[in-house]
């Protein structure tokens, strides 16, 4: 088992890290993200359709204006839910479409995440002491203070930052060479492990599944030395032998995951690519339900791990904690 890339990583990390060493190659990780607006719901919304919950919990901790689908006014609610769910044993993965670093919270999706950056405004970004810069470090400093709170809950998190890099629609997207995205990578592992002692966090490079204007996996890959994890986006390709491939052949010995899926893998899937370790299903599981006996057979299988069969996993039937009724 290779380290974690964290220096002196907390014990909680290290035993989650131990498991899914473990597990790579055996077998699969369910897993569902929850909206920020919608908290925990669609784990219930899984749970109806399959009888199980998933293993891996995620969640986004948003841009939007308060009270929108990506509102930045629930990142107290997400800590605090994602606390709540590690106890009862899930595993927790965290991400931020992080708002353009010429600009303040909150932002429109496709006017900011969505939108672009000069070369000239990527060059300060990357320099310290310009203004961009220091923008950059106070976003990052405000959701290192969430992620404090789940370092010192002993939470450990699946990091997944800055994620589908190798695609061209987010402002980070498709910065190539060693002062692209590289450079942004490095710099927020820098902040938040140096800086702020962030010692919780796993890893995880997630790139998007290769195709027309998505560049392969290591044209922005920022090495082995800050990556735990490799992973990928698939919404269109229905998970090419190709793209598993090329995203094993760059991880070596680390493991690969499905960062976001459009729809669960089918087991026929799992069979052919048995290195993946989790897949998460983006949106709502119940828009695929007409393929309904597959999956209900892959949250079925012996290939898989849903919440119940994690060894640390302590209640059968988590509570519902729906925002509304807050």
């Known amino acids: 088992m290779s380290p974690l890339v964290t220096p002196n990583p907390s014990a909680e990390a290290c035993k989650l890290w131990e498991f899914l060493s473990d597990l790579s190659g055996k077998r699969t990780l369910t897993g569902q993200h929850c909206a920020p607006l919608v908290g925990s719901t669609r784990l219930v919304t899984v749970h109806r359709q399959t009888g199980h919950y998933p293993a891996v919990f995620g969640q986004d901790f948003g841009f939007s204006p308060p009270g929108t689908w990506d509102g930045i006014n629930f990142r107290q609610r997400i800590v605090d839910e994602a606390i709540r769910r590690h106890y009862e044993g899930f ?6 479409h992080a708002v353009r670093p010429i600009e ?5 999706f496709g006017e900011s995440i969505q939108g672009t950056v000069t070369e000239g405004e990527w060059d300060d970004l ?3 002491g310009t203004e961009i810069h220091e923008r950059w470090k106070s976003q990052v400093d405000v959701v290192a203070w969430f992620l404090k709170q789940l370092r010192d809950a002993a939470v450990p998190v699946l990091w997944r930052p800055y994620h589908e890099m190798n695609g061209k629609w987010f402002w980070w997207g498709q910065k190539r060479g060693d002062s692209g995205y590289r450079q942004l990578y490095r710099m927020l592992f820098e902040r938040l ?5 962030l010692n919780n966090l796993i890893w995880v490079y997630n790139a998007n599944e290769v195709g027309e204007d998505v560049d392969p996996y290591p044209t922005y890959y920022p090495g082995d030395d800050v990556v735990d994890i490799l992973a990928t986006d ?10 598993y491939e090329q995203l094993l052949a760059l991880a070596g010995d680390k493991p690969i995951a499905l960062g976001e899926v459009g729809a669960p893998p089918k087991l026929k899937v799992l069979r052919q690519q048995p290195r ?11 828009a695929y339900w007409q393929e309904r006996e597959a999956y209900q057979a892959l949250y079925d299988a012996e290939s898989t791990v849903n919440l119940e069969g994690l060894p640390w996993a302590t209640v059968a039937q988590p509570k519902l904690h729906h925002p509304l009724l807050r």
């Open 91 to 96: 595993i927790i993965t965290l991400m931020w």
């Open 104 to 108: 303040d919270e909150p932002v429109e």
């Open 126 to 128: 990357i320099t310290p």
């Open 193 to 197: 492990v140096y800086f702020h002692k």
């Open 234 to 243: 698939v919404y269109r390709r229905g998970f090419a032998q190709s793209d």
């Open 276 to 286: 993946w370790l989790w897949f998460m299903v983006w949106g709502e599981l119940y």
